[in-house]
């Protein structure tokens, strides 16, 4: 188990090693790109055997998209990569103060929605749907665990609406 745990924190920390030598301008496709990458590492190598990935119902959504997920556990915002979109997501801001997580996510472009306004929040959603980005919230805040679904917020749902772009919500269970 530690040998496998010291093989994934290699792979992890790839991206996080990649960042620090892009300049500024490509490095947020590229982060992105690297954070699909790491999403499917973590999904497919760390967690497996005891986690596998099945895919029920309609299709995702065609171009950008703006995609709610309910949230379960840790690894949810790892799921997000099995979507295999560029995307942004809106993240809770203690993961943003993490040293490599919150790094490669800054770089990433991925929105602290804790520190920022509506509006902000808004511009930046169009700025990167207009690019083809689509955007990832998980509109219960935090993590319900094995709780009941909790109460959705309703910023993910307003900005879909006043951007006019497509909400495909996604159910997780089993994790």
């Given at each position: 188990m530690g040998l496998w745990t010291a093989l994934v924190?290699?792979?992890?920390?790839?991206?996080?090693?990649?960042?620090?030598?892009?300049?500024?301008?490509?490095?947020?496709?590229?982060?992105?790109?690297?954070?699909?990458?790491?999403?499917?590492?973590?999904?497919?190598?760390?967690?497996?055997?005891?986690?596998?990935?099945?895919?029920?119902?309609?299709?995702?959504?065609?171009?950008?998209?703006?995609?709610?997920?309910?949230?379960?556990?840790?690894?949810?915002?790892?799921?997000?990569?099995?979507?295999?979109?560029?995307?942004?997501?809106?993240?809770?801001?203690?993961?943003?103060?993490?040293?490599?997580?919150?790094f490669a996510a800054r770089q990433a472009g991925y929105l602290d929605i804790t520190c920022m306004t509506h509006e902000e929040i808004q511009t930046r959603a169009e700025e990167c749907l207009s690019q083809g980005i689509s955007m990832v919230f998980f509109p219960e805040g935090h993590r319900s665990g094995d709780a009941p679904l909790q109460p959705f917020r309703s910023g993910a749902f307003r900005l879909a609406r006043e951007l006019g772009v497509p909400l495909q919500p996604i159910v997780i269970t089993g994790n």
């Open positions: 924190f290699l792979l992890e920390a790839l991206p996080f090693l990649v960042g620090l030598c892009l300049p500024p301008k490509p490095r947020g496709a590229i982060m992105r790109r690297l954070a699909l990458f790491w999403g499917m590492v973590t999904i497919h190598l760390a967690a497996w055997p005891w986690i596998r990935i099945h895919r029920i119902g309609a299709a995702v959504v065609p171009g950008p998209a703006i995609h709610v997920f309910n949230h379960r556990s840790a690894f949810d915002a790892f799921l997000a990569a099995t979507l295999a979109k560029d995307l942004v997501q809106g993240v809770n801001g203690w993961p943003m103060r993490l040293p490599l997580l919150g």
